[in-house]
């Protein structure tokens, strides 16, 4: 959530975000009109408590005739007081659940407006010309089957549509990756992490995926737990009521987990194939720093994900993404987007977001600076969400035969191989 003494100073500034995002303006001001009552009920209710004990002690001390006067308004101050708390009590009540409700305030720099307004930042590796090579590439699906590598037939009798078994050198491709991807992390400083997929409510509500997000949450009603989408949420809840020393920041965790999400709104879309499923395996960053250090440990994040898709020789492109395509908790977001031949486009791969002290401010974190202590600013980043990244390896790595050339980074975590050959012709 964000910080209330920020809306009550500035609330043009929260106006003009939930505007950019395409959200609920109104929510501000009912927002305001429930914090303000919040606050003058409050005062009520300490006026009347204070007044309550300083009847208390009158009582003692007053002549019969007077004591009968003095209970009888310590009757009525007694019921003051218990509607003032009962008033206080709702009133803040509301001002949670409505503060719950309103996004992140959108970084200034983000551009305004739906899913095609991002602005492209830069592009990296040169996009192959298959023609001049004398060839049609081939689409990631008839190469993992002429591979054996991927078998949608199967997953989807035994799950359903979106469903999938990764097999043979599929599997080990993917083992490959999550092995590369945890050990640049490493070497980055990260500490590798097997997070739980299932949650409580709390640790869900608090990284903002109840919001927007809920619809394409899976939810246990039986034991009342989540299934998490990303890592991400274990790990910002990982420090959930906790205050951590300033000298322990940046505090940077690479999560690995598998991810369940309904891909709600998606129907027809990335139907054929892996890209778009409802369950998958990836390696995400998560970082705790102070406030003032988020916007370049942004930086930092996205140029950990550079690194990784230049390794595994993908061309992609940065794009800044638009305030009406971020999620709740993100203030700023940037997505690396992979080339993928057969669809002539880009396609995001990876994404990293900047979400301030809106989580922490939910989960109940904060770091201590001295005698001070206050929110800290959480972050996170995708370095290798499994499928996604098997499909751009796949087309962009073909040869005209079917096989597929290995980048070099993955090769000492698949024996050595350079190229995946076909199994079926």
Not at 93 to 119: C, I, K, Y
Not at 256 to 272: N, Q, Y
Not at 294 to 318: C, D, G, N
């Amino acid at each position: 959530m964000i910080d209330l003494r920020l809306l009550r100073e500035d609330p043009d500034r929260v106006r003009a975000s939930q505007r950019a995002r395409g959200e609920d303006v109104a929510l501000v001001d009912a927002l305001l009109s429930a914090d303000e009552r919040r606050r003058s009920s409050g005062v009520r209710f300490d006026e009347l408590r204070a007044e309550q004990k300083a009847l208390g002690k009158l009582i003692p001390k007053a002549s019969p005739d007077e004591k009968a006067e003095l209970l009888k308004k310590a009757g009525q101050l007694a019921a003051d007081v218990k509607a003032a708390d009962a008033a206080r009590d709702a009133a803040d009540t509301e001002t949670q659940e409505l503060a719950l409700r309103l996004s992140n305030l959108v970084h200034p720099e983000v551009p305004v407006g739906g899913e095609e307004d991002f602005v492209e930042l830069e592009t990296h590796g040169t996009i192959r010309d298959f023609g001049s090579e004398g060839f049609e590439p081939k689409d990631h699906l008839e190469l993992g089957q002429l591979l054996g590598a991927i078998d949608v037939e199967r997953g989807a009798k035994v799950s359903g549509s979106r469903f999938y078994f990764l097999t043979g050198i599929g599997a080990l491709l993917e083992l490959a990756l999550v092995n590369a991807a945890i050990a640049q992390a490493t070497a980055a400083g990260f500490t590798p992490m097997l997070t739980p997929a299932l949650v409580r409510p709390q640790s869900m509500a608090g990284t903002g995926f109840l919001g927007q997000a809920a619809q394409d949450v899976y939810h246990l009603d039986k034991d009342d737990l989540y299934l998490v989408g990303t890592s991400e949420v274990a790990l910002a809840a990982y420090h959930m009521d906790e205050i951590i020393d300033a000298e322990r920041l940046p505090l940077r965790y690479a999560g690995f987990s598998p991810c369940f999400r309904r891909e709600a709104g998606s129907h027809g879309k990335d139907t054929k194939g892996i890209f778009r499923v409802h369950q998958f395996d990836k390696v995400e960053m998560f970082t705790y720093v102070t406030p003032e250090d988020s916007q370049a440990e942004h930086q930092r994040l996205l140029e950990w994900e550079k690194q990784w898709l230049t390794s595994l020789e993908l061309p992609f492109r940065v794009i800044d993404v638009a305030s009406g395509d971020l999620g709740s908790s993100a203030a700023r977001k940037f997505d690396c987007e992979a080339w993928i031949p057969t669809q002539g486009k880009y396609r995001e791969l990876t994404s990293t977001s900047d979400c301030t002290e809106f989580q922490s401010r939910r989960l109940s974190i904060r770091v201590r600076e001295g005698k001070q202590v206050r929110p800290l600013a959480t972050l996170n980043g995708t370095l290798c969400a499994v499928p996604r990244t098997i499909v751009a390896i796949l087309e962009n790595h073909q040869q005209a035969d079917g096989s597929v050339r290995v980048p070099e980074v993955l090769r000492p975590y698949l024996g050595g191989r350079e190229i995946l050959e076909p199994v079926a012709k």
